[in-house]
């Protein structure tokens, strides 16, 4: 990891993340978690003190990033449910099979390596008929904007520490095996490439 990934890019995305217009997407999506919870792709922690204590028992939350997880640590002092955290990939996710009522995930599928086999490793972690909550910026349906998104990705992937704009969310998730419940999308702001938003609930 190198200069630039290590002290400047955990500043960065804990700057960006913590943008005002994200808390009501943070607000709805982690204030409906409940149980016993898998959050994965942490980062520095800004869901962490979101978590309603009246329905999550406990939140086991995971990054593979070193210093996202010490900001996350920081964050975890705010936290009103006990809050483990993990240093961990989502592709091979630490712990036994169908352990999990909710899983967690905000705007991380975006940058995780191999993000089919990271749901697929959600699915594995949930007790059948657990949820998945998500948010993500993914592949807009307009033409124009997804190719767009197509030519910026190799670029915005380099400065931002491997986040895809162009990911087909939805079809992810199918993919998966999940069975969508919810989904609403739409662009957050003007900045059409980057905000086009998934914000669902998925049925293992
Ligand atoms: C844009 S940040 C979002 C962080 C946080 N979820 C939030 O809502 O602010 C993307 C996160 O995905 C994490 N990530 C990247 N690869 C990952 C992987 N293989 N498994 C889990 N998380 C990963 C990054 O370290 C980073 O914390």
Redesign the pocket.
Known sequence: MGFYERRILPRL?DCV?SNRELRPYRDRVVGAASGEIVE?????G??LPLYDPARARSVAA????PP?LAMAHRRREEALVPVELVEA???ALPFANGRFDTAVV???L????DPAR?LAEVRRVLKPGGRLLFVEHGRAPDAGVARWQARLTPLWRRCS???HLDRPVEELVRGAGFQLETLATGYMNALKPFTFMYEGTARN
């Open positions: 995305l993340m994965i792709g942490v980062g520095s800004p869901n995971l990054d593979p990033s996202l990939s989502a592709e905000t705007w991380a975006c940058t995780i390596g990271a520490g491997g986040c």
